[in-house]
């Protein structure tokens, strides 16, 4: 199994920079997908951005340009660097990692964006 640990959330204000951590641990496979999704107060869970081992990367249209996905293979780390955040960025951002058929996500970490 494989546990994920998010960190970085906060309240900022919009147009503000903020930048999201999440730590893998447990039987880690060099094969993955792995990435953010987030869940607004609501409303479903979306995706926001993926990256694969291969390198390649998947954006929601609405955080394209502005959101930026990174994967560290030596510290098994995934990131999110989001870039000129707005009100409607606001939820709760939740890793995930998918290996070996079996998905896994982290408890979330919140993102609030508020003047």
């Known amino acids: 199994q494989v546990q994920l640990v998010e960190s970085g959330g906060g309240l900022v204000q919009p147009g503000a920079s903020l930048r999201l951590s999440c730590a893998a641990s447990?039987?880690?496979?060099?094969?993955?997908?792995m990435g953010w999704y987030r869940q607004a107060p609501g409303k479903q869970r979306e995706l926001v951005a993926l990256?694969?081992?291969?390198?390649?990367?998947r954006y929601a249209e609405y955080v394209e340009g502005r959101f930026t996905v990174s994967v560290d293979n030596a510290k098994n780390m995934v990131y999110l660097q989001m870039n000129s955040l707005k009100p409607e960025d606001t939820a709760v951002y939740l890793c995930?990692?998918?290996?070996?058929?079996?998905?896994?996500w982290g408890q979330g970490t919140q993102v609030t964006v508020s003047s």
């Open positions: 995930y990692r998918w290996q070996w058929d079996n998905p896994a």
């Open positions: 447990g039987n880690i496979s060099s094969e993955y997908i």
């Open positions: 990256k694969n081992s291969r390198g390649t990367t």
